[in-house]
């Protein structure tokens, strides 16, 4: 019988039902701690902390590896910034690619860099057969709920804020050793097969940490090209400088200590808000983002949110939301700089379709304190390219299950 505690004050029912199979697992070594952002994944939670003892599950670190946010605070003020960004806009797009499978111009500087640092970074033989495309995508920004936005803060300073992760390669990797782990536990019985895991005693588990590791570093490191990349043309326009950097994951495993006890812990969709860490928990477009600051809570594992997350799949949101109307994504987005021309296939990134940041940030107060409150003015995005239908779902449904709630929060 496993344990889930629930920060989530919204929870529907699939994934409940998921979050509480998860739990269930024979390498699950403690509860399983469920951020208020929490919604359906491909096997395990979205917004989940997973503790494990002597095992990784690979679907749970996910299929974006070491995907997550980087955000940097500037000198400038608002009043710095031009009167209209699209300009700077269209130096964003044209510096960082953007969309399924997009990369840079193999005779590009940016591709030069990118060689240099994989060059640096080789990594395995599954990595190296991957390297080309590595090499061009390293600095672009994928697609769907990765974003470049300008911000404000509450003081009208300049922030830059940019989520993105391991592009194709890091998709392809994970996809790879998922295959493996469940051909490994195929006589493991697994409420779902996307829970198969890798045992510490098998050389296929090395083989899976090299390379989660080694994909955690390539997305961190694209998030700083594309930083870097960002700051150059907004500090061409005024003249600006970097005072702080910010770089975090959200879906990554690595080994800590909680309870006394050593274990891998799986954040998926959740990142480290150990006491005093500095994290970036996006909202939607068109709505606000939140720089933290962790308190360390043990239950948690020390974790917190990673963003708002989903209330609606992409495909509800493009059949119950949309573009005109008061509550359309024009008028949301209205005196912001944006891909206006692209807003169709940006429809299942509507604001509706996820959580209420404010809502979020309110049960998550005992994980970590906001210290900044950023509202975008430029949001680039890449579109997603195809319709991402919710993953049915197969629960055992009537199996006895503890779900514990923290003070205060609702039960669902």
Partial sequence: MGSVMNWASTLDENTRLQAEMLSRSAVIAGHVALMPDAHLG??????SVI??????????????????????????????????????????????????????????????????????????????????????????????????????????????????????????????????????????????????????SQPEFGAYINDMLWAQDYALENREQMMNAVLDQLFRLTWGKEVQRINCHHNFTQQETHFGEQVW????????????????VPGSMGTKSFITEGLGNPDSYNSSSHGAGRSRSRTAAKKELSLDGV??????????????????????????????????????????????????????????????AQRPMHCVHNAEMRVRFPPGLPQR
């Fill in 265 to 280: 812990v799986t954040r998926k969709g959740a990142i480290d808000a150990g006491p005093g860490k500095l994290g970036v």
């Fill in 42 to 47: 491909m096997g395990a939670t979205v917004g």
């Fill in 51 to 200: 503790p494990t003892k002597g095992a990784v599950i690979p679907a749970a670190v996910g299929v974006d590896i070491g995907c997550g946010m980087i955000a940097v605070q500037t000198n400038l003020s608002a009043d710095k910034l031009p009167d209209s960004l699209d300009g700077l806009h269209s130096e964003i797009s044209r510096s960082v690619p953007a969309g399924v499978g997009k990369q840079h111009s193999k005779t590009s500087h940016l591709s030069r860099d990118a060689a240099l640092w994989m060059d640096k970074h080789r990594g395995s033989d599954r990595v190296q057969s991957m390297a080309q495309t590595a090499v061009l995508q390293l600095g672009t920004l994928g697609s769907g709920n990765h974003f470049v936005e300008v911000c404000l803060d509450e003081n009208e300073t300049v922030w830059v804020v940019i989520h993105s992760g391991s592009r194709g390669i890091g998709n392809k990797l994970a996809i790879q050793h998922i295959k493996v782990a469940k051909a490994l536990c195929n006589s493991v019985p697994l409420e779902d097969k996307d829970l198969a895991y890798f045992q510490e």
């Fill in 327 to 388: 509550d359309g994504l024009y008028v949301l987005m209205e005196g912001k700089s944006w891909n206006v021309d692209q807003a169709k296939a940006l429809l299942d990134e509507h604001p509706a379709a996820y959580k209420d940041i404010d809502q979020v940030m309110a049960d998550q107060k005992d994980l970590c304190r906001p210290i900044h409150e950023l509202h975008q003015v430029l949001n680039y995005k890449g579109p997603n390219g195809c319709s991402v």
